[in-house]
């Protein structure tokens, strides 16, 4: 995930979008920068329930405890979400995520008012899939 920015970068050039067109753009293009999902982990166990869209998400933990989250999608937005779940959640171990809200960031970007409600329930979904897969690993 190196070619994602971290959080405070996130919002800086979230702030710099002059429109919520160009903004959409952006959650396009992070989503672009994700590494491509091996097809095995392609399975229903990785599967969101409750997304519109197909969306897959892995976690790993690694031998320090921090967590490594790996995604994809067959929509381009929805996919840029999920880059940006990933850079919120960047470095964290599992009690990290657990304790850890993602809706103030959500706020400063003003995400929720500009996503449909399918989407928002999608990222709703995701969120609550990583907290409960970081649960059982803590």
């Not at 959409?24 to 982990?41: D, V, W």
């Not at 869209?53 to 979400?81: C, F, N, Y």
């Not at 995400?111 to 928002?120: D, E, M």
Request: with cysteine; glycine share 6%.
């Amino acid at each position: 995930m190196a070619t994602l920015p971290d959080k405070d970068k996130l919002l800086k050039n979230f702030s710099r979008c002059a429109n919520w067109e160009e903004k959409y753009l952006y959650i396009i293009e992070l989503g672009s920068r994700l590494p491509e999902l091996a097809e095995e982990e392609r399975r229903p166990g990785n599967i969101i329930q409750g997304c519109q869209s197909q969306v897959w998400i892995v976690m790993h933990q690694q031998p320090d405890g921090v967590i490594t989250l790996e995604g994809d999608s067959d929509a381009a937005i929805v996919k840029g979400l999920i880059a940006i779940v990933f850079i919120l959640y960047q470095q964290m171990t599992p009690q990290d995520i657990l304790a850890f809200d993602v809706r103030p960031w959500f706020e400063k970007m003003a995400l929720a008012q500009h996503l449909t409600p399918s989407r928002s329930q999608g990222l709703e979904a995701m969120i609550r899939a990583i907290r409960n897969k970081a649960s059982s690993l803590s």
